[in-house]
């Protein structure tokens, strides 16, 4: 993590920053967590607290619970800060340094500590997740958690529920540590958000109190400025990470962009997004913090004891037998509440008497890639014992190195996968879903989405799972509590909701006023628009547009003398909605005008209002121009003078002799007969295109029958291949079997070599290793696919990589001894790695200790030069002679590899002279002397001896030839000393027959 560096506040400065920026009315504590190696590193940390800095130190550190600590006294030693040992309801003042007391559990509350006996076991205990857990919970964002040199994975947890609130987490570097264990699995874990030298954190905790800000503001305080910025950080993550935050909350956004400018010592917002501009890492960064994904196992016991002896049994009981439950579990994080569902299932299905045999598919999602990887290798730490308990642990899980490993009966059940739940579409049809403290994140607006959403994904009766701080809201018609305390709902059948379900394609935030640059000023008001608008408004007719059924799509001016609603379910028709004989009249004439794509006029058409009648024309006008209108019908209403209206009758009379009231019947009567006459065209139009659907039906229940065939044909086909499909999956399970069976043996075989192995791939990476290996080389699992030029060896080896290049270039292998630097040896073979296939892939590495043998190679060495040492201050002539065969193996001449000074000195000539020659070469014409001899005794160890003349001293020697240990590969020549000297000759012989093997 990239932190840039700053000049530390003076210390008065620095206190007040960090008396502003804690809790109110609290003083700023930082807990600080160690255990093995980790004196050192805390005397160092507090050697390097400036005077008059406000803060108080918690010391956590894993102690003897049956000793008394002398910890207070050490610490004291490093500091001028008063150190004192944890009483219970101790009140914390500022400069002073608490330290735990032996076999105890510590926990803040405002500003008084208070100390709980340990609960868990001893070699299970986690006191420093249990403090900086209590600290989170009571400093919220203020909190502060340290983590130093120690073994294991303590503290962890602590870190991660800090970070969930918004605290600061620092860590040492490891490199530094002692003991990295914990330094590291906070990292790995993704939890730090400072990793430096010591001796830097509490330079770096001070600066970060001084730019820290305890609490978000309003969205209404948000400067406008700061708000422009803010949704540029939200543009740079959307172009960087393809997730839009818009729809998160605004105040989770600004606390957490607060909160790295605070690790950044940056002040405003506007040189945040500069610096995000020139940072592209801070950006992932940041993506990473609003993720907030910090989980565990079984969060909130009591919720999942009630699904497991309630909500489970209620739904197996109510599957068919051998049925498979579905679940989705959006925000999973690293995986910890899927894999608790997994385990819940399992249990309460041992629990159901009769047993069932149902299945269960969990589907799990997060945005972060990086979680959705942890969550699939299923690999936690070992501080999960305080969550997870032993029987669990024991029936789920597998130990493995640094930690537990999830059972493959439980990982087969879930399966991960990255999904954005505000974007992509969700899973359905399922019988639980599990979307715990997602929605708190989450701006109002998406949450009103999100739950009808959860609700159409739902079976009825599929429980929904929420958070300690969510619930349904308003959505009471849609989930009904089955506790509201654990925050459990059952999924309501209800036939209609007020509003329609808006699928993650529809989710959008609205834009932002200051945010849309596009956005033009309002028009200069237009003397001629608002003119023809008080014309439409006063004196055009009432019309509607409405689509060729009739349904309406627009009004206008006052249709309710000729239009209203229609009682019953709201019906925004046309004909719904006519008054009187409108509705009939009005009928026959659309139909008409929309068919002829023509207008159609109905003429004196009479409606009663109030009491009285009035006539009405009506103009039904097709659109074709303009082309947005395509395909619409206007209709305007056109009131007719009253003088006409007095003129039409209220009834038949055969005495009226007035000529308009008979013009007016004979209207009517020519009207009457238009519509009889279009009602009969309408009527064999009717009986035409009936007939016609009628042979279309047919022809369409020929082609289903038709359909239904090929349909059966096609499922006997779908049976089929579900059969060859369930046999290769039973083939490819035993495969798969047979594939473990096969690792876990080529893993026992590998450890019980006990040749450490070491697999690289061709860019010379660790693909795998052996156990052995983690003695020579410094690798843990997590290494995996690190360069092996990152990993600390104690071999003294520093062509290991040329020679490694070297091996795949020339596909020869090479072997070296080679010396360790804590004093062993290893024969250590390169060789390429060649697949099934013949093809080249990488490297193995094998390095056997050879320790021992190198020392006895020492200690043979050490004797041949004392034998040597031996031979060469005799006084006798002596000689070392391999055997000469010819190729029938007969036995033919002897070669000289090993004379003492005084055979040179017998035969006149340096001794350098003689070696590497044979007795043919050295005693020319002499065979029949020495052959014999030499032969018995190379050959069969018979003990010879004959005469030699040398011509340096004229003089002939007794030479004796025999053979030293069993091998008939040499054999020496002992020659007779100077008068009087036999008894030295004799002793010189049985020294040799002592050494002579190793000679």
């Known amino acids: 993590m990239s932190d840039r560096a700053a000049p530390i506040e003076t210390p008065t400065g620095a206190a007040k920053h960090a008396a502003t920026n804690a809790a109110p009315g609290h003083v700023p504590v930082i807990g600080l967590g160690a255990s093995a190696g980790g004196l050192e590193a805390l005397e160092l940390f507090l050697r390097n607290v400036p005077a008059g800095s406000g803060l108080a130190f918690v010391v956590i550190q894993h102690m003897d619970p049956t000793k008394k600590g002398a910890l207070v006294e050490l610490l004291q030693r490093a500091t001028d800060m008063p150190v004192q040992e944890v009483?219970?309801?101790?009140?914390?003042?500022?400069?002073?340094?608490?330290?735990?007391?032996?076999n105890t559990d510590i926990s803040i509350l405002g500003d008084a500590l208070h100390l709980f006996p340990p609960t868990q076991a001893r070699g299970l205990r986690l006191p420093i997740d249990f403090f900086l857990r209590s600290l989170a919970d009571d400093r919220g964002p203020s909190a502060i958690g340290v983590i130093l040199s120690g073994m294991g994975s303590d503290g962890m947890l602590g870190l991660g529920a800090i970070k969930e609130k918004g605290g600061g987490t620092f860590v040492q570097e490891p490199g530094t540590a002692k003991f990295d264990g914990m330094p590291r699995s906070s990292i790995d874990a993704g939890l730090a958000d400072v990793v430096a030298p010591v001796e830097e954190l509490p330079g770096r905790i001070l600066a970060y109190l001084k730019h820290a800000h305890p609490a978000a503001p309003s969205a209404i305080a948000i400067k406008a400025k700061d708000q422009s910025a803010l949704e540029k950080v939200l543009i740079l993550l959307r172009s960087q990470t393809g997730h839009d935050f818009s729809l998160y909350k605004k105040s989770t956004i600004y606390r957490r962009i607060e909160r790295r400018m605070g690790l950044h010592q940056i002040d405003e917002i506007p040189d945040y997004v500069r610096f995000l501009r020139e940072n592209?890492?801070?950006?992932?960064?940041?993506?990473?913090?609003?993720?907030?994904?910090?989980?565990?196992?079984?969060?909130?016991?009591?919720?999942?004891?009630?699904?497991?002896?309630?909500?489970?049994?209620?739904?197996?009981?109510?599957?068919?037998?051998?049925?498979?439950?579905?679940?989705?579990?959006?925000?999973c994080s690293t995986g910890e509440e899927a894999y608790?569902?997994?385990?819940?299932?399992?249990?309460?299905?041992?629990?159901?008497?009769?047993?069932?045999?149902?299945?269960?598919?969990?589907?799990?999602?997060?945005?972060?890639?990086?979680?959705?990887?942890?969550?699939?290798?299923?690999?936690?730490?070992?501080?999960?014992?305080?969550?997870?308990?032993p029987e669990r642990l024991h029936r789920f899980f597998n130990q493995v190195e640094h930690g537990f490993k999830v059972g493959q009966e439980i990982r087969e059940t879930v399966i991960f996968a990255p999904?954005?739940?505000?974007?992509?579409?969700?899973?359905?049809?399922?019988?639980?879903?599990?979307?715990?403290?997602?929605?708190?994140?989450?701006?109002?607006?998406?949450?009103?989405?999100?739950?009808?959403?959860?609700?159409?994904?739902?079976?009825?009766?599929?429980?929904?799972?929420?958070?300690?701080?969510?619930?349904?809201?308003?959505?009471?018609?849609?989930?009904?509590?089955l506790d509201s305390k654990l925050r459990l709902y059952r999924r309501l059948d209800v036939a209609t909701h007020a509003a329609p379900v808006e699928f993650p394609d529809a989710f959008r935030a609205a834009p932002s006023p200051s945010a849309d640059p596009s956005r033009k000023p309002a028009p200069v008001p237009n003397i001629q628009v608002l003119t023809e608008r008080l014309l439409l408004q006063y004196y055009a007719p009432a019309g509607v547009l409405t689509t060729e059924k009739g349904d309406i799509v627009y009004i206008s001016g006052r249709t309710g003398r000729y239009l209203e609603p229609a009682a019953g379910?709201?019906?925004?028709?046309?004909?719904?909605?006519?008054?009187?004989?409108?509705?009939?009249?009005?009928?026959?004439?659309?139909?008409?005008?929309?068919?002829?794509?023509?207008?159609a006029i109905i003429k004196s058409v009479h409606l009663g209002t109030n009491g009285g009648k009035h006539a009405v024309d009506v103009v039904i006008h097709p659109i074709d121009d303009p082309s947005d209108l395509k395909g619409m019908v206007l209709v305007v209403f056109l009131d007719v003078p009253d003088a006409l209206e007095t003129a039409v009758p209220t009834s038949f009379n055969p005495e009226i002799k007035d000529i308009s009231q008979l013009e007016a019947l004979g209207r009517e009567l020519l009207q009457a007969r238009s519509e009889a006459k279009t009602i009969r065209q309408e009527m064999q139009t009717s009986q035409e295109e009936l007939r016609l659907s009628n042979e279309e039906l047919q022809s369409a229940n020929?082609?289903?029958?038709s359909t239904n065939e090929e349909l059966t044909t096609s499922k006997e086909e779908i049976q089929s291949m579900n059969e060859e499909l369930q046999t290769v999956n039973h083939e490819l399970k035993a495969k798969f079997d047979d594939l473990s069976r096969a690792n876990n043996d080529m893993k026992n075989l590998l450890n019980s070599t006990d040749i450490a192995t070491l697999f690289l791939d061709d860019d010379l990476h660790v693909r795998r290793f052996t156990t052995q290996v983690?003695?020579?080389?410094?690798?843990?699992?997590?290494?995996?696919?690190?360069?092996?030029?990152?990993?600390?060896?104690?071999?003294?080896y520093p062509d290991m990589v040329a020679d490694a290049r070297e091996v795949l270039r020339s596909l020869v292998f090479l072997e070296k001894a080679l010396p360790a630097r804590d004093g062993r040896w290893f024969l250590t073979r390169v060789m390429p790695y060649r697949t099934l296939d013949n093809r080249i892939d990488g490297l193995v590495i094998t390095l056997s200790d050879v320790s021992a043998s190198k020392r006895l190679e020492e200690r043979l060495r050490e004797k041949e030069h004392e034998a040597l040492a031996v031979f060469a201050s005799m006084p006798?002539?002596?000689?070392?002679?391999?055997?000469?065969?010819?190729?029938?193996?007969?036995?033919?001449?002897?070669?000289?590899?090993?004379?003492?000074?005084?055979?040179?000195?017998?035969?006149?000539?340096?001794?350098?002279?003689?070696?590497?020659?044979?007795?043919?070469?050295?005693?020319?014409?002499?065979?029949?002397?020495?052959?014999?001899?030499?032969?018995?005794?190379?050959?069969?160890?018979?003990?010879?001896?004959?005469?030699?003349?040398?011509?340096?001293?004229?003089?002939?020697?007794?030479?004796?030839?025999?053979r030293p240990g069993d091998k008939p590969d040499r054999f020496c020549l002992l020659f007779e000393a100077a008068a009087g000297a036999w008894e030295g000759a004799r002793l010189g012989d049985d020294a040799t027959r002592e050494a002579g093997g190793g000679a």
């Open 702 to 705: 020929e082609e289903l029958q």
């Open 569 to 599: 379910k709201a019906n925004w028709n046309l004909f719904a909605m006519a008054r009187g004989d409108l509705h009939f009249k009005l009928d026959a004439a659309f139909l008409q005008a929309v068919r002829e794509r023509k207008s």
């Open 774 to 796: 983690a003695s020579i080389f410094k690798l843990i699992p997590s290494d995996v696919g690190r360069p092996i030029t990152d990993i600390a060896t104690v071999l003294d």
């Open 280 to 331: 592209r890492q801070e950006i992932e960064l940041l993506f990473k913090e609003l993720l907030i994904g910090v989980t565990s196992f079984f969060r909130d016991p009591l919720a999942w004891e009630y699904l497991k002896t309630t909500v489970i049994p209620a739904l197996l009981a109510a599957q068919p037998e051998g049925g498979t439950l579905r679940a989705w579990v959006p925000g």
């Open 419 to 481: 999904h954005n739940v505000a974007m992509n579409p969700p899973f359905t049809k399922l019988d639980f879903l599990i979307c715990r403290n997602l929605l708190i994140y989450l701006d109002h607006s998406l949450q009103q989405k999100l739950l009808p959403l959860f609700h159409y994904s739902l079976n009825p009766g599929g429980t929904l799972f929420l958070g300690s701080a969510e619930t349904v809201g308003t959505f009471t018609d849609l989930f009904s509590p």
């Open 340 to 389: 608790s569902l997994a385990m819940i299932f399992k249990e309460a299905q041992d629990a159901c008497r009769p047993p069932r045999s149902h299945a269960l598919l969990i589907f799990a999602t997060d945005l972060d890639r990086d979680a959705i990887d942890k969550a699939r290798a299923a690999a936690y730490p070992e501080n999960i014992a305080v969550d997870v308990s």
């Open 876 to 962: 006798n002539a002596f000689a070392l002679l391999t055997t000469v065969l010819d190729p029938a193996g007969t036995f033919v001449d002897g070669r000289f590899v090993f004379v003492n000074e005084a055979f040179a000195d017998l035969w006149g000539r340096p001794s350098e002279e003689v070696l590497g020659r044979t007795l043919r070469e050295v005693w020319p014409g002499s065979e029949a002397r020495w052959r014999t001899a030499c032969q018995d005794a190379a050959v069969h160890g018979v003990r010879g001896g004959f005469d030699l003349f040398f011509e340096h001293g004229a003089k002939t020697v007794r030479c004796s030839a025999y």
């Open 87 to 102: 009483e219970d309801g101790l009140r914390i003042a500022p400069e002073h340094i608490y330290v735990i007391a032996p």
